[in-house]
């Protein structure tokens, strides 16, 4: 089995647009969202979610009020001023260092674990797909994205499927850094833009430190062809395989607002030249 991960250095580069044609156009796989934090792939996707699960993560201090005497012991020691005067805990504010619930006297304060998000298997009319939601102000979102790609491949395993397609998350934060295991290619998308090719840059180095082979989309490429052109010299001079280029398609905008991917909207050039990318990802990765 595979698993293709689609990133790009920034938000906004197509990189969803990317996954959800890829949804289109492979078969026998299962998907996976693993922008955790800023989920979007079901917009295209539409999934009709089988099964829902909460994700823990972490701790946050709770006084129980019948046993507490008020000393003010965990007032004074805590450093997030995350307990009030009338020894209440302001969930958002503690940071679980269970620094409070050692000083209690009283055994008062208990670490309890916290309901960090959701996530999700789920059908979709291009098969099954593992999603989740963080929560609003939530951490860990590396440890989720663990979590949905170790869902994503049982569930591969189970379907005797041979491919996982994976969203990633932009950036080259914990998120990444947690998709990128175990991965058999890395499809970095950018546009061409001198920020672009800068954080494409970036999280292809990233990729690298961690052994994953990467392959580059440049995304609108037409609409900078110089810049175009400076981004297949940086994939020459630094052994990147330049995989395809797509051309700036109002098209694509089109099939988003119908609900539709690039593929089946079967209008444009993006969708001939995503359909070329696919064919030749596929040859190179035997
Ligand atoms: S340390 Fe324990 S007993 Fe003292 S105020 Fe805090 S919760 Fe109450
Ligand atoms: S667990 Fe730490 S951060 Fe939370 S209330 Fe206790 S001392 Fe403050």
Request: net charge neutral.
């Amino acid at each position: 089995m595979k698993q293709i991960l689609v990133i790009s250095g920034k938000g906004g580069t197509g990189k969803t647009v990317l996954t959800g044609a890829l949804a289109a156009l492979a078969e026998n796989k299962v998907m996976a969202d693993c922008d955790v934090d800023a989920a979007d792939l079901h917009l295209l996707l539409k999934p009709d979610i089988k099964e829902r699960h909460e994700f823990r993560s972490g701790k946050t201090a709770k006084i129980d009020k019948k046993l507490c005497e008020k000393c003010g012991k965990c007032l004074a020691v805590c450093r997030f001023d995350a307990v009030s005067q009338d020894f209440d805990i302001d969930p958002i504010s503690c940071e679980g260092c269970a620094f409070c619930s050692f000083v209690c006297p009283q055994g008062a304060i208990k670490m309890q674990e916290n309901i960090s998000g959701e996530w999700f298997i789920s059908d979709t009319r291009f098969g099954p797909m593992v999603h989740a939601k963080l929560g609003i102000a939530q951490e860990n979102s590396g440890k989720l994205v663990s979590l949905v790609r170790k869902q994503a491949k049982e569930l591969a395993e189970k379907n005797n499927c041979s491919l996982v397609i994976i969203d990633g998350a932009p950036g080259i934060g914990c998120p990444v850094i947690a998709s990128l295991s175990g991965i058999d290619c890395a499809l970095v998308v950018t546009e061409p833009t001198i920020s672009g090719l800068h954080d494409a840059d970036r999280v292809i180095k990233v990729a690298k430190h961690f052994g994953v082979f990467t392959k580059l989309v440049i995304n609108k490429y037409d609409l900078n062809l110089d810049m175009s052109k400076r981004i297949e010299r940086y994939c020459d001079n630094n052994e990147v395989r330049l995989i395809g280029k797509i051309g700036f398609d109002k098209s694509i905008v089109e099939a988003m607002v119908e609900g539709k991917t690039i593929i089946e909207y079967q209008k444009g050039k993006a969708s001939e030249q995503i359909s070329n990318l696919w064919v030749r990802l596929q040859e190179e990765l035997g």
